[in-house]
């Protein structure tokens, strides 16, 4: 590998947003638009998460979400961090088939998701063709 | 079954935090092939190159296969 970039996911982009409630089944997109933080965002967009009292709202226009979940009570961070993981899914599945590449989906042991990108074509590479796999995140 | 070529590996966290990394690509064009999966993603909160980035640069060639539509 050459190198190694961590990101948090920020929900810029509507489609995968959409997605990402379609493959959460503890999401789902409710509609553009917010009562409560509408004059906060340029672009909000509401979805209902399972257990939560309150919509959250993610503005597309920055990527931030905006909610009240009383410090869990009103609804378990861990299905907003869901949410999160599978916008990530959703957006590189759409970055992948807009270069025209595949890629593979592993679930992993402590509920991470790797995906695989194999970047086709004809690579000069580090190690003379293989490829090298030390330092990946195992299956 | 995971492929073993050049290819770069996303894993994504619980969290939603991303880690992009690529596999048996050399020299610093390595950023060219990962920006636009970055760009999906949102803030860096760190980036490192590894050794292979420091490696003399090969000529890359990336050939995509686009869908006809039909």
């Given at each position: 590998?050459?190198?190694?970039?961590?990101?948090?996911?920020?929900?810029k982009n509507l489609d995968a947003?959409?997605?990402?409630?379609?493959?959460?089944?503890?999401?789902?997109?409710?509609?553009?638009?917010?009562?409560?933080?509408?004059?906060?965002?340029?672009?909000?967009?509401?979805?209902?998460?399972?257990?939560?009292?309150?919509?959250?709202?993610?503005?597309?226009?920055?990527?931030?979400?905006?909610?009240?979940?009383?410090?869990?009570?009103?609804?378990?961070?861990?299905?907003?961090?869901?949410?999160?993981?599978?916008?990530?899914?959703?957006a590189?599945?759409?970055?992948?088939?807009?270069?025209?590449?595949?890629?593979?989906?592993?679930?992993?042991?402590?509920?991470?998701?790797?995906?695989?990108?194999?970047?086709?074509?004809?690579?000069?590479?580090?190690?003379?063709?293989?490829?090298?796999?030390?330092?990946?995140?195992?299956? | 079954?995971?492929?073993?070529?050049?290819?770069?590996?996303?894993?994504?966290?619980?969290?939603?935090?991303?880690?992009?990394?690529?596999?048996?690509?050399?020299?610093?064009?390595?950023?060219?092939?990962?920006?636009?999966?970055?760009?999906?993603?949102?803030?860096?909160?760190?980036?490192?190159?590894?050794?292979?980035?420091?490696?003399?640069?090969?000529?890359?060639?990336?050939?995509?296969?686009?869908?006809?539509?039909?």
């Amino acid at each position: 590998m050459s190198h190694t970039t961590k990101r948090k996911s920020a929900m810029k982009n509507l489609d995968a947003l959409k997605a990402a409630c379609e493959r959460n089944p503890k999401a789902k997109y409710v509609g553009k638009g917010s009562s409560r933080y509408g004059n906060r965002c340029k672009d909000p967009h509401e979805v209902q998460l399972e257990g939560w009292n309150n919509r959250v709202t993610v503005d597309v226009a920055t990527g931030e979400c905006f909610y009240d979940n009383y410090n869990g009570r009103w609804g378990a961070n861990e299905t907003l961090d869901g949410l999160q993981q599978d916008y990530a899914v959703a957006a590189a599945a759409a970055q992948a088939a807009e270069e025209g590449h595949t890629m593979e989906e592993v679930k992993l042991d402590d509920g991470s998701i790797k995906l695989i990108i194999p970047l086709g074509g004809d690579y000069e590479t580090a190690d003379g063709g293989g490829g090298n796999v030390e330092g990946g995140w195992g299956t | 079954m995971s492929a073993v070529g050049p290819r770069i590996e996303i894993l994504v966290s619980p969290k939603g935090e991303t880690t992009t990394q690529v596999f048996g690509v050399t020299g610093g064009n390595c950023h060219v092939l990962t920006e636009p999966y970055e760009k999906c993603f949102g803030d860096v909160l760190s980036t490192s190159d590894t050794m292979e980035a420091y490696e003399d640069p090969h000529e890359i060639e990336i050939k995509t296969e686009q869908g006809d539509g039909s």
